[in-house]
């Protein structure tokens, strides 16, 4: 099998749609414009595992740094609201 490697451009490859569309509204949020893009079988199936459940989110050349510091903060827990926040 070929060794997939995305684009410049994508800044997270998510499991399925609603992955794709929280992480895309999270850089909506910061300002950042993100697009998805998914292969067509996926979508039409409803997949959310594999090469064909994957779910790239895209955003412009000029925001993909902006857009990586904030995924990177996303994964390492810092954006997430406290009960007592």
Do not use: H, W
């Not at 399925?16 to 067509?40: C, D, H, P, R, W």
């Not at 959310?48 to 895209?58: C, F």
């Amino acid at each position: 099998m070929f060794k997939r490697t995305p684009r410049n451009e994508v800044v997270f490859v998510a499991n399925g749609m609603l992955e794709a569309e929280s992480v895309k509204i999270l850089l909506e949020s910061f300002g950042i414009t993100a697009y998805t893009n998914q292969e067509s079988a996926g979508t039409v199936y409803g997949l959310t595992v594999g090469p064909l459940g994957e779910v790239e989110v895209i955003v412009p050349p000029e925001q993909v740094d902006d857009a990586r510091k904030i995924i990177a903060e996303m994964k390492a827990g810092n954006l997430e609201v406290k009960d007592n926040e």
